[in-house]
């Protein structure tokens, strides 16, 4: 292994991966090569060499110092072809894909069609990569969630409001589960449980004529509209009702040092394995120990538990 390639998508603590793979090649004497924007820069030939001194002082960072793209063209046969004729006149020996489901399922693609050696890094705030307890980026997303649900409660209980808090979470509810244990919210919508809003209007009414004077509502994007959940409540309950979408906030800012520690040892071992001739897998930490997960697994739908932590959130409330 002479050469290595890395490309990533986007979140809190990529930096601090592509700063592992650097410099953990760098010790074993292997160079790297930086893929410009994903797999777009693969078929265009947008590289840039890495060595120690290029990934200095970026462990703070947010989002990817590579930059990354969504890249259409590689779902096709030719784009494919392109971006294996890059890895081959380049010298690239083998390649590391930091990223989540998309990324990995290009990876899997060149592992298996095109035979070149590959080690996927999972990265995605979602937390859905199948067989991986935890994501580069995952903590890092709830953790500004919170951040800002914290505001949000400290205004919904001044003003005795319902609120609305849309998060992100297309396909997975990780992150809305999350933020609504660590925030103490009364009631979370995620894609993984069916939505009975005339129960949740329901409790808000019992609660109210309790004298509960606020209640906040965590939804996951890809359960319901913040917006239909927030004009639901209004006509069922004729309580006052407020949306806030967090949006792309989830993605940006400074990793935390748990992400960061998570990225260093990731990124460092998927170099250990690429050295060691292993293609076609994503490496993860189950129970503090390196493990590797077929990526042909990895990007299989992922099932969460989360009938254990909405019982939790309905029994803390």
Request: proline share 2%; aromatic share 4%; with cysteine.
């Amino acid at each position: 292994m002479k050469k290595i390639g890395v490309l990533t998508r986007d979140c809190a603590g990529i930096n601090a991966a592509i700063r592992a793979v650097v410099r953990t090649s760098a010790f074993h004497g292997i160079e790297v090569v930086g893929i410009i924007k994903g797999y777009d820069g693969l078929i265009n030939r947008e590289l840039v060499e890495l060595d120690r001194r290029s990934v200095s002082g970026i462990l703070s960072r947010g989002g990817t110092i590579l930059k990354t793209a969504r890249a259409k063209r590689f779902l096709t046969e030719e784009g494919q072809k392109k971006a294996v004729k890059t890895i081959t006149e380049k010298e690239i020996d083998g390649l590391i894909v930091i990223g989540g489901n998309g990324s990995l399922t290009g990876a899997h693609v060149l592992a298996t069609k095109h035979n070149i050696s590959v080690v996927g890094v999972p990265a995605t705030i979602d937390n859905d990569i199948n067989g991986v307890d935890l994501s580069i980026g995952a903590d890092s997303a709830v953790n500004v969630a919170v951040e800002a649900l914290d505001k949000i409660r400290d205004t919904a209980t001044s003003l005795e409001r319902v609120f609305v808090v849309e998060v992100m979470g297309r396909d997975c509810g990780y992150i809305a589960l999350q933020v609504a244990l660590a925030g103490g919210c009364e009631e979370v919508l995620i894609p993984e449980r069916e939505t009975a809003m005339e129960k949740i209007c329901a409790d808000i009414v019992e609660g109210s004529l309790q004298g509960k004077i606020s209640w906040i509502v965590i939804v996951a994007e890809g359960s319901a509209k913040g917006s239909d959940v927030a004009d639901t409540i209004v006509k069922e309950t004729g309580l006052e009702t407020r949306l806030s979408v967090l949006g792309y906030i989830q993605r940006g800012g400074i990793p935390t040092a748990f992400d960061r520690i998570l990225a260093a040892r990731l990124g460092s071992h998927a170099v250990e394995l690429l050295k060691e001739g292993q293609t076609g897998v994503c490496v993860s930490l189950k129970e503090n120990r390196f493990t590797t997960v077929p990526l042909e697994t990895a990007i299989q739908p992922k099932k969460i538990d989360s009938e254990r932590d909405y019982r939790l959130i309905k029994i803390l409330t």
